[in-house]
């Protein structure tokens, strides 16, 4: 990494009204990457909108690069950030799956791009159709994949991607994920934290061994050799690196914390599981709903318990096993689907820790599609559902939940 | 089955960074496409007009401005055929080469 750039003002922490999408652009801009390439698509074009703004008005000093669609955009970022540039890109539903070439191509480079994705429904009915279908489209992309709750946590996750994706250890493109319209365009009281602040939080990264760097003139190769038995190696290196960055994700939530005074648990966030006999699981804005209705159940005398799920790739197999083992009824709570599967992908995946977390029902359920609220009592009736479930009476393994119907 | 150590495992030596990194100037990918050819262009030079289609069309890049014609490297070009597509003159034509040319058409050329 190049030493920090030094010409926009510092700025204080400032706490604002903002959007997630406003959330995020601030964040991208106190981190100070060298190099942006994005192209506009609903719900992300706030993203870059905003970054053009400080752009124009000098707070963020890079190559803003305008391209003709999302695939140039990737391929402009895994190449700014093999040649050393901290980079961000930004898209969501269709740009994502127009760049999804490029995208095995940043992974397989090793290539650490920082990418928002605003989740919204492929194929789209209209334009602000909210839905995790794009991200569950790319799960085995090789890239690291995050999810936040809150536009404040759209802000923290940014600067933590940072961290996380150009770390020695892990040197992977990382993929932030948030709601379309429920996070992207809704505003909420965000701290905004100060220029110093960020770059201190970044600045280890400048004391790490210096990544290799294409540059003019010098006979750097990447990915120019290596057929067979190379590819395979690189292959090996890359899931073990992914493993890796469960712990590190962890490690760097609770440097953040330090820094930030803000913590969100790493790969996941337990609440009020402790004593919990009952638990959802699920990500995104949905967990703000849960929050509300886990603690109502709780004042009802129910032993009833929540996990956030932060991050989907790498899954974070180990943490979730440790808390959902010995339950007696899971609930998982999914906002696309798992085609060939009949449930939805997150089901799908905590389904296959069966042997660790022990034989208790799992129940699926799949809501939230297509912009569709999920309202309170979606949640109340999964509650209801566990709670029956844990008693040994029937219930189908996966349901449909549909705001309205 | 046992994990495969990536230090140990076969070509485990092959980058000794994390990514994929090589010297460039010692390790570079290097195919030599002109093995996977079946049929090869040869050039009528006296119908060559100059015009540089071929030349610009080549997907391995291997036919270069020449001083009358555009001569092909033989070591890289795969035998594709799309220079003899593209010359506006037919100045190429395909004939059958290397170990698999099998009496398709291009042989009776
Ligand atoms: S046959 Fe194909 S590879 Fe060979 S010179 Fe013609 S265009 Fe190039
Ligand atoms: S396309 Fe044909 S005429 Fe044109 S330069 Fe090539 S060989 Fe000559």
């Known amino acids: 990494m190049e030493a920090q750039r030094t010409k926009p003002d510092p700025t204080p922490e400032q706490r604002r009204v903002i959007t997630g999408n406003a959330a995020a652009a601030h964040a991208v ?102 839905g995790q279908q794009d991200m569950i489209a790319t799960r085995d992309s090789g890239w690291l994949q995050v999810i936040a709750e809150t536009g404040q946590e759209i802000m923290d996750l940014v600067i933590m991607a940072y961290r996380l994706a150009e770390d020695d250890d892990i040197q992977l493109p990382i993929m932030v994920n948030y709601d ?123 032993k009833v318990g929540l996990v956030k799920l932060r991050m989907f790739r790498p899954f974070p197999r180990q943490r979730l096993a440790a808390v959902l083992h010995g339950r007696q009824a899971i609930g998982v709570l999914d906002r696309s689907v798992a085609f060939g599967w009949d449930c939805g992908p997150i089901y799908q995946e905590i389904r296959a820790l069966t042997p660790e977390i022990g034989i208790v029902p799992l129940l699926g359920y799949i809501d939230g599609l297509a912009n569709m609220d999920i309202p309170k009592p979606h949640i109340e009736t999964i509650v209801t559902d566990l709670a029956a479930a844990a008693r040994g009476e029937s219930r189908p393994p996966v349901s449909w939940l549909v705001a309205g119907a | 089955m046992a994990l495969v150590d990536p230090k140990t495992a076969p070509g485990a030596a092959t980058f000794p960074t994390e990514a994929s990194w090589s010297d460039a100037s010692k390790d570079l990918l290097c195919l030599t496409t002109g093995s996977w050819r079946t049929e090869k262009p040869i050039v009528v030079v006296e119908k060559c007009t100059y015009c540089g289609q071929c030349y610009l069309f080549c997907p391995t890049q291997c036919i270069t401005p020449g001083e009358t014609y555009f001569p ?38």
């Open chain 2, 72 to 109: 092909i490297d033989l070591t890289y070009c795969k035998g594709c055929g799309i220079c003899a597509k593209e010359c506006p003159t037919q100045a190429i034509v395909m004939v059958a080469d290397g170990d698999e040319a099998d009496g398709s058409p291009a042989d009776q050329t």
């Open chain 1, 180 to 302: 379309g319209y429920y996070l992207s365009y809704l505003a909420e009281a965000i701290s905004i934290p100060s220029q110093q602040a960020v770059d201190d939080f970044l600045a280890p990264l400048c004391a790490q061994p210096a990544r290799p760097a294409l540059r003019p003139g010098t006979g750097m190769g990447a990915g120019a050799h290596g057929l067979g038995t190379g590819f395979v190696e690189l292959r090996r290196k890359h899931l073990l690196a992914m493993e890796r960055a469960k712990d590190k994700f962890d490690e760097v939530d609770a440097l953040f914390a330090a820094d930030f005074g803000r913590t969100y648990g790493g790969q996941i966030e337990c609440y009020r599981t402790d004593d919990a006999e009952l638990v959802l699981v699920t990500s995104g804005s949905a967990v703000g709903t849960a929050r509300t209705v886990i603690d109502a159940q709780r004042d009802a005398g129910i």
């Open chain 1, 29 to 130: 801009r106190l981190c100070r990457p060298g190099v942006i390439a994005t192209y506009p698509i609903t719900p992300q074009s706030e993203v870059i909108e905003t970054l053009e703004n400080f752009h124009v008005n000098g707070t963020l000093d890079c190559e803003m690069i305008a391209v003709e669609g999302e695939n140039s955009a990737q391929n402009i970022v895994c190449a700014a950030a093999t040649a050393g540039e901290r980079v961000f890109t930004a898209t969501s539903s269709y740009g994502l799956v127009f760049m999804y070439d490029a995208m095995l191509q940043t992974a397989g480079y090793r290539a650490p791009v920082v990418m928002v994705n605003v989740n919204r429904e492929p194929p789209g009915i209209h334009a602000v159709c909210s």
